[in-house]
């Protein structure tokens, strides 16, 4: 029986190492890694009230937002680069965690979903491309400022060619 519960503490182990970085926000519910769990463990890094923010000062506000423009500039170069076409604009809002090395730990979107004029969705193997090219951009990627501790970035987007 000891021998049963430590397959399935390693069984659990590797299926929590093994979840994909970059995932939808309703894919996140459905695992231990939702926004609500992560938001617990990562601050925000901008917040109106600045006791609660990881930035603080301008400047430091201002290279955090430098750093995030240009994750979004180099995400959208890798795209083009990986032959990933959008074919039209697409709303779009990402919660991206940080670890506090620069390291981006967990990246999740969720795509505004037009329900009275589906065609202007993505489609379902666009959403599979895009997820195996953000998991493989977020992979080694080094966000351009560190911190005293994790952080969490968010923001509308607007994805396009």
């Given at each position: 029986?000891?021998?049963?519960?430590?397959?399935?503490?390693?069984?659990?182990?590797?299926?929590?190492?093994?979840?994909?970085k970059?995932?939808?926000?309703d894919?996140?519910k459905?695992?231990?890694?939702?926004?609500?769990?992560?938001?617990?463990?990562?601050?925000?890094?901008?917040h109106?009230?600045?006791?609660?923010?990881?930035?603080?000062?301008?400047?430091?506000?201002e290279q955090?937002?430098?750093?995030?423009?240009?994750?979004?500039?180099d995400f959208?170069v890798f795209l083009?680069?990986?032959?990933f076409v959008?074919?039209?604009?697409h709303?779009?809002?990402?919660?991206i965690?940080i670890s506090?090395?620069?390291?981006?730990?967990?990246?999740?979107?969720?795509?505004n979903?037009?329900?009275?004029?589906?065609?202007?969705?993505?489609?379902?193997?666009?959403?599979?491309?895009?997820?195996?090219?953000?998991n493989?951009f977020?992979?080694?990627?080094?966000?351009g400022?560190?911190?005293?501790?994790n952080?969490a970035?968010?923001s509308?987007?607007?994805?396009?060619?």
């Open positions: 029986m000891k021998r049963f519960y430590v397959f399935l503490v390693l069984l659990f182990s590797f299926f929590c190492y093994a979840q994909p970059a995932m939808s926000f894919e996140a459905k695992t231990l890694f939702s926004a609500d769990v992560l938001d617990k463990k990562y601050k925000s890094a901008l109106s009230d600045e006791q609660l923010a990881v930035f603080k000062t301008e400047k430091d506000q955090l937002i430098a750093a995030y423009t240009k994750l979004l500039q959208g083009k680069k990986n032959d959008w074919e039209k604009p709303r779009c809002f990402n919660r965690y506090k090395e620069g390291k981006i730990d967990y990246f999740l979107y969720h795509f979903v037009n329900e009275h004029e589906p065609e202007k969705n993505l489609t379902s193997e666009q959403m599979r491309n895009f997820k195996r090219l953000l493989s977020i992979r080694d990627y080094k966000f400022v560190t911190a005293q501790e952080f970035q968010c509308p987007v607007v994805y396009k060619d």
